[in-house]
């Protein structure tokens, strides 16, 4: 992706061995870039949200498993490099993604023969892998998606395609294109008109902040709205379909997701506006069945519901909205249950949120793990 015409990724290593990211916390008012030198500073990066998104958080733990690594003691190696593991997988309970790709790096470490450069190299590479493969996955979501769009254009006669997103799916949440905006990039770049509504994703404003920032820097058309405002555009016929990232789905399709998501599924299926889900593959919880009942919901600061966060033109503030002694309570995330899902747009093609057509693509998993 480019940003004021130069190319970037989320994550990148630095040739000293630390890890630059973008600190995202002052996005959309500076472009702040940030090196990680240890395993506790990537703990602190994904904890505090510098870097957010499932499949950045992935790659970002992958990353932090290498400075592990680098970091771990001869005499309990494998002590350290557990306990660091442990560290990560602490730091937010919701998106897969974090298990998953510290799992992986600790895999390639036991494989790895035991001699300290050998397993330096392994996590590396290892690291590497997931973070160029974070960013092939998306781009081939976006290959898939395409098609949707080219649908909706043909049988709209031409006219421009609404999209609805919710949070942040876009690049900024994975290492490059993203899960949810590579089709709408894909669709933006061969020529179809798009236009993109974008919640703005209270408390903490990912869409107004991130996803229209994103789409501002490609050209894509958007339009920041109010999380309830979804309904009422679905209702008047301005939205042709919805598109979400993830943060984890089950394998028979239930779909976590920022807070709010459940709502705009509810009100598509009201007005019979698709709803799709966008991941790459690292999301699915091969393991989990009922998403309501097994996806831990991460529960945050009350504060970030309290205040919040923006430019007041002279520098950026943050500013109570409750009276001092309200209560406030934080659930990051919802589950919108796979019957209210059209479709799953994965790495592999376009699926419905079901187990049977789940595994039909991802026949590697047709037993639970
Ligand atoms: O709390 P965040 O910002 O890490 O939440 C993740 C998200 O941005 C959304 O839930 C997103 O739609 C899925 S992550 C690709």
Redesign the pocket.
């Known amino acids: 992706v480019k940003v004021d015409g130069k190319s970037w990724r989320t994550i990148w290593p630095e040739p000293d061995g630390s890890v630059g990211i973008i600190d995202q916390r002052h996005l959309p008012h500076a472009f702040v870039v940030e090196r990680l030198t240890d395993v506790l500073s990537v703990a602190r990066a994904i904890a505090d949200?510098h870097v957010?998104?499932?499949?950045?958080?992935g790659a970002t733990a992958a990353w932090g498993m290498y400075l592990a690594a680098r970091e771990a003691g001869e005499r309990d190696f494998f002590g350290d490099v557990e306990r660091s593991a442990a560290l990560l997988c602490e730091t937010?309970p919701?998106?897969v993604n974090l298990s998953w790709a510290a799992g992986r790096v600790l895999a390639v470490l036991r494989a790895a023969p035991p001699l300290r450069e050998a397993r330096l190299a392994a996590a590396r590479a290892e690291a590497e892998a997931i973070t160029d493969g974070d960013a092939a996955m998306c781009a081939s979501i976006g290959h898939h998606g395409l098609a949707l769009f080219r649908d909706l254009h043909e049988r709209r006669s031409g006219a421009v395609v609404n999209v609805l997103?919710?949070?942040?799916?876009g690049w900024l949440?994975?290492v490059d294109h993203?899960?949810?905006t590579a089709p709408i990039y894909a669709a933006h770049d061969a020529g179809i008109p798009v236009h993109v509504w974008v919640d703005e994703?209270r408390p903490?404003n990912?869409g107004a902040s991130?996803t229209a920032w994103e789409l501002g820097q490609h050209g894509v058309p958007h339009t920041v709205i109010v999380d309830n405002a979804g309904g009422h555009l679905m209702q008047h016929g301005r939205v042709d379909l919805v598109i979400?990232?993830?943060?984890r789905v089950t394998r028979q399709g239930d779909a976590?997701?920022?807070i709010g998501?459940y709502l705009k599924a509810l009100a598509a299926r009201d007005n019979g506006v698709p709803f799709y889900v966008a991941?790459p593959s690292s999301?699915f919880d091969w393991r989990m069945r009922d998403g309501l009942r097994e996806i831990p919901i991460?529960e945050?600061s009350a504060d970030e519901v309290r205040f919040i966060t923006g430019h007041d033109g002279e520098g950026v503030r943050s500013v109570r909205v409750t009276p001092p002694g309200s209560p406030a309570a934080n659930p990051?995330?919802d589950v919108t249950p796979a019957r209210l899902i059209t479709g799953l747009i994965t790495e592999r093609g376009v699926c419905a949120a079901r187990e049977e057509a789940i595994v039909e693509l991802f026949p590697d998993h047709k037993d639970p793990a």
């Open positions: 949200m957010r998104g499932a499949g950045l958080i937010r919701t998106a997103t919710h949070c942040n799916a949440a994975f993203g899960s949810a994703t903490r990912q991130l979400t990232g993830a943060d976590a997701n920022k998501t991941l999301t991460e945050r990051g995330f």
